[in-house]
C-alpha cells in the first residue's frame, strides 16, 4: 500500500478525546495497510496561551528581542502534542514513535519565527515506517545551521506536513482541519457558500495568498513545487468512516485543469482582515526609490503585498503598499528611523482598518469584464476602492473593513456562487 501524511490542525487535537479519535483514525489507515507518517499543530490556543507568558514577562519589548525565545518557547506545543498523539496510538495497539522537527532532523534557515525549510532527512523516518511503525512528527518546527530551534510562523504545521510529503515522495498529504474542504467563501460570512469537490493548485494558490484560512499559502506552494497531491478534509467526522469514502471526501488539490473540473469564470471569494496600508508621503520621484523603501522592509523580514505608486507631482510622490497587521507598527518605526531620513520624504502614514477582497479563478483567463463586474458590484453597495491588484486569475482590492462582509456577500451574489454547478 501506498506512504500517506496526514497533517491534523490544533482543533483536532483540541482535547484528549479529540486526540484519542485522531489516533483510532490513524491506526485505520495504517491497518489498512499504508505507511503513515503524522503531523500534529499544537493542541487549540496552546500556542496563544504560551506566546502570552512570554508578553507578560516582557510586555514592553518587541517580540524581535527574544525571537530565538520564543521559538523554544512556541516549539513546545506541538512537541506536547506528537507525544501526547503517539501515547493513544500505542494504547491503541499501534507501534508508533514522535519526533521534534531537529530529531528528524528539518534543516531550516536562521530567520527565527518565520524560518524556511532548506532540506529534510528521511533515513530515520523510513527505518521507522519499515519497522511497522506510525511516525510522528512536530509540525511548525525544525533546526538551524547552529543547531537552534526555529519554528515556521503561523500555520506552518501545514508546511511542515507538505514538506515531509514531498521529501517522502507521499502518494498524498490529507490535511485534516475543522472544516469539511475548501468553500467558495467563508460559510460563516456568507452562509450560502458551496464546498469545491476539486480545485486548482492555482486557484488554490491565490486564494491562500489572498486571505483564504484553510490552508496556509507556504504548504501551497511547496505542494505546487513538488507536485504533492493534496486533500483538505474534516477530523470531525466519524473515526470509523469507510476508508474509500474518506480517501474520496474533502476537496482535491489538483495540478491538472481537466474536463472535470468545476470550470467556473470565478471560483471563489477570499477576504483578508490582516492587513494594514503604510503611505509614504512626498517621497521624490526618482529612480530607485522604491528599492530604497521595500529593501529596508524586505532586510525587516517583513513581507510585502499589495504596491502602489501614485502619479508624480512637483517632483514628489506617494507610495503605498501593504504588510500583516501584526507587521504594522513595527514598519512604521523602521521608516520614520531609517527611511525616511535617508529619502527626504515628508512623513509615514498606517491605517490598520482595512480588509482585502479578492476574486479568483481559472476562468477568468479566457472572459473579459470580470473585474469591471467586480467594480461595479462593490459600487452598487457604496463601497470604496483603495487599491487594485491583479493577476491572470485573480483580482484583488483593498477596501475599509467595516465594509469587508458586505462585499464578500455582494460578489458571491453577483458571481452566482451559491449556485451549484452542473
Not at 503513515?36 to 490556543?45: K, L
Not at 530515520?124 to 537552534?148: P, W, Y
Request: aromatic share 6%; hydrophobic share 45%; charged share 25%.
Amino acid at each position: 500500500m501506498a506512504l500517506i501524511v496526514h497533517k491534523y490542525g490544533g482543533t483536532s487535537m483540541g482535547s484528549t478525546e479529540r486526540i484519542r479519535n485522531v489516533a483510532k483514525r490513524v491506526a485505520k489507515w495504517a491497518r489498512a495497510g499504508h505507511q503513515m507518517v503524522v503531523v500534529p499543530s499544537a493542541m487549540s490556543g496552546e500556542t496563544n496561551r504560551l506566546l502570552g507568558l512570554a508578553k507578560e514577562l516582557a510586555p514592553a519589548k518587541a517580540d524581535s528581542a527574544y525571537s530565538r525565545e520564543l521559538d523554544m518557547l512556541a516549539a513546545t506545543g506541538e512537541q506536547a502534542s506528537s507525544a501526547l498523539l503517539a501515547i493513544a496510538l500505542q494504547a491503541e495497539g499501534m507501534q508508533s514513535v514522535s519526533y521534534a522537527g531537529w530529531q528528524v532532523p528539518i534543516r531550516t534557515n536562521d530567520a527565527y519565527t518565520k524560518a524556511r525549510i532548506e532540506s529534510i532527512d528521511d533515513a530515520k523516518v523510513r527505518a521507522d515506517l519499515a519497522a511497522g511503525k506510525v511516525v510522528i512528527v512536530t509540525g511548525f518546527q525544525g533546526m538551524d545551521d547552529n543547531g537552534n530551534i526555529t519554528t515556521l510562523g503561523r500555520g506552518g504545521s501545514d508546511t511542515s506536513a507538505v514538506a515531509v510529503a514531498a521529501a517522502m515522495k507521499a502518494a498524498e498529504c490529507l490535511i485534516y482541519t475543522d472544516v469539511d474542504g475548501v468553500y467558495t467563501t467563508d460559510p460563516r460570512v456568507v452562509p450560502e457558500a458551496r464546498r469545491l469537490h476539486t480545485v486548482s493548485f492555482e486557484e488554490m494558490l491565490e486564494m491562500a495568498s489572498m486571505g483564504s484560512k484553510v490552508l496556509q499559502i507556504r504548504s501551497v506552494e511547496f505542494a505546487g513545487k513538488y507536485k504533492v497531491p493534496l486533500r483538505v478534509l474534516s477530523s470531525f467526522t466519524p473515526w470509523d468512516i469507510d476508508l474509500n469514502e474518506e480517501a474520496q471526501s474533502g476537496t482535491l488539490i489538483t495540478f491538472e485543469e481537466d474536463e472535470q473540473m468545476e470550470q467556473a469564470i470565478v471560483s471563489g471569494i477570499a477576504f483578508n482582515r490582516d492587513e494594514a496600508k503604510i503611505s509614504v508621503l512626498g517621497v521624490p520621484d526618482k529612480p530607485g526609490i522604491a528599492y530604497q523603501i521595500l529593501g529596508a522592509v524586505a532586510d525587516a523580514n517583513i513581507e510585502v503585498d499589495m504596491i502602489i505608486q501614485n502619479i508624480s507631482k512637483d517632483g514628489k510622490t506617494d507610495f503605498s503598499f501593504t504588510v500583516n497587521r501584526a507587521d504594522h507598527a513595527k514598519t512604521i518605526d523602521l521608516l520614520k528611523d531609517k527611511v525616511l531620513p535617508a529619502l527626504g520624504a515628508q512623513e509615514v502614514q498606517g491605517d490598520t482598518r482595512i480588509a482585502k477582497v479578492s476574486i479568483v479563478g481559472i476562468g477568468m483567463r479566457s472572459h473579459v469584464g470580470v473585474a469591471s463586474k467586480m467594480f461595479r458590484s462593490l459600487s452598487e453597495e457604496g463601497i470604496n476602492i483603495q487599491m487594485i491588484s491583479t493577476s491572470e486569475i485573480k483580482t484583488s482590492v483593498v477596501i475599509d473593513e467595516k465594509y469587508m462582509e458586505l462585499a464578500v456577500r455582494a460578489l458571491h451574489k453577483a458571481f452566482d456562487l451559491d449556485q451549484a454547478k452542473a
